[in-house]
């Protein structure tokens, strides 16, 4: 099992800034890929990004490319999701997820454990 922990989120305006962290514990953290994952109300869970076991090969969701940045420090057992240029149409529940495999998955069924969420609202 793999616990996944998500903090960082919360309240911010257009264009301002905000770092998610999710902090792994449990099995081997450097095993496996890591995700970011959101949900807005009324709308289907979609993929934001996503990055390899040795933190290369980033992958990105068109709509946040340029904007969002995915890294993870496997000494620390965390996963980081830098957003800058924040829009109103980022507010959603922001998820962290681990799959095991050795690529960057966009698919949700390739997530084996996931994260309660941290919520982020961008007010206009």
């Known amino acids: 099992q793999v616990q996944l922990v998500e903090s960082g989120g919360g309240l911010a305006q257009a264009g301002a800034s905000l770092r998610l962290s999710c902090a792994a514990s449990g099995r081997t953290f450097s095993n496996y890929t890591m995700g970011w994952f959101r949900q807005a109300p009324g709308k289907e869970r979609e993929f934001v990004a996503s990055?390899?076991?040795?933190?290369?090969?980033?992958y990105y969701a068109d709509s946040v490319k340029g904007r969002f940045t995915i890294s993870r420090d496997n000494a620390k057992d965390s996963v980081y999701l830098q957003m800058n240029s924040l829009k109103p149409e980022d507010t959603a529940v922001y998820y962290c997820a681990a799959a095991q495999g050795f690529g960057t998955y966009s698919e949700s069924h390739r997530y084996d454990y996931w994260g309660q969420g941290t919520q982020v609202t961008v007010s206009s």
């Open positions: 990055i390899q076991r040795t933190n290369i090969l980033p």
